[in-house]
């Protein structure tokens, strides 16, 4: 028996990381004070005090933030209703900044300099701003995003997610399970630190022989470690598949005559800084030396309605995980999703394409299905489970 899963934002719920709406509302809600961004354009807070350090000067990404800020209110009260990943298409989108009016144009001169000198330049700029401020609020009730050092879950209990965790324990006796999430999070990787699941959870990521490495620094000393790198080879029965990325995802580029290519996907560890990542290589000496990729202003993952399908096609990660997606829906016996909307069109097309729905069952998981998932969930003639993960049992199924 082979199963198909497909997570949205709802799976992540009961472990306190915001839906949709939530994360829309803290986006908005933000004043500027709490954090700012180096001068090498990361997210910063200040390590004494907390909320936004001062430097003692701005810098272009100051400039940048608190233009971003006004842009994004001034899309929320003038454009439309504000929604992060429309926001983004909007960022991405240079037709739709037509639609700001003059006044902005003449409010937004006070962000001006010798590089920017219209709304549209400055918009040009920060979506690596923006990304990072999305990927500030992906945590969980306790502000926790990393789980590496998380306590081993022994059962019978895991909080929120102890029936889930029992029917997957089931499934993985009977064959292989393909999970495929929308999220961004480290979620899965928490759950797989359990006495269900005993670490045999694999993403296709590879450590061994790997030769990239990550700096990671320590107020005594600094020193590499070894980083997965992204291969494509599932070598266990439970095997997850990141559509659209995560928050420990970066593309590794090599300086190719001045150009900076992307070469592979590798995978950080926390403390790992994004411009730390480095290759290891053997000179003409037969030493061994580095090559830094310093250009990561933040991790990996896609974001808006209709920019990120676009991404969907690039060959180094995406490519190959909708590929893995298509094939694995075509192999199944079985579908389930589990707290997915069905807003992303393109998702919704691979699988009424390459899944057999006709004939095969589906499973529509969701305490509080929208009229968006009905309408889906009929189509694929699924059977609605109006229950919380904590509460699934094998018989449901």
Known sequence: MKTSILLGAGFSAPMGYPVGNQLNESILRLEGTEFGFSTDGKLVVDSAKGGRPNFGYRNSY???????????????????????????????????????????????????????????????????????????????????????????????????????????????????????????????????????????????????????????????????????????????????????????????????????????YVKTKIGIGSNNLFKEFQDQNGELAYDNCWINYHSDFLSGTSSKIIRYREPLLFEPLFQKFKENLNSSDRLIIIGYGCKDEEVNRIILENFDFKNKPSFMVNPYPSEKVIEFGKILNSAMICTELENLGIGMF
Not at 79 to 102: G, P, R, T
Not at 121 to 136: A, E, G, S, T, Y
Not at 158 to 180: A, Q, R, S
Not at 221 to 227: G, K, Q
Request: include cysteine; aromatic fraction near 18%.
């Open 62 to 264: 100051d400039n940048q933030f608190d233009f971003l800020l006004e842009l994004m209110n001034y899309y929320h009260s003038k454009i439309k209703a504000f929604d992060y990943e429309e926001f983004y298409d909007f960022l991405s989108n240079e037709k739709q900044w037509d639609l700001i009016s003059d006044d902005f144009e003449q409010s937004a001169k006070k962000y001006y300099n010798n590089i920017y000198s219209s709304p549209k330049d400055l918009i040009n700029n920060i979506k690596p701003i923006f990304n990072q401020i999305v990927r500030h609020f992906l945590k969980d009730r306790d502000g926790e995003h990393w789980y590496g050092n998380s306590p081993h879950q022994c059962k019978p209990i895991f909080p929120g997610y102890t029936g889930f965790l029992n029917c997957l324990e089931e499934w993985t006796k009977n064959g292989i399970v393909d999970i495929h999430t929308l999220n961004h999070d480290l979620l899965l990787e928490r759950l797989s630190i359990s006495d269900w699941l005993q670490g045999n959870l694999c993403d296709g990521f590879e450590e061994m022989g790997s030769p990239y490495f990550g700096k990671l620094r320590t107020d005594l000393d600094s020193y590499m470690v070894r980083l997965a790198r992204y291969t494509g080879n599932y070598t266990s029965n439970l095997r997850l598949y990141k559509l659209h990325g995560s928050v420990n995802y970066y593309p590794f580029y090599r300086n190719e005559g001045g150009y900076a290519i992307p070469e592979i």
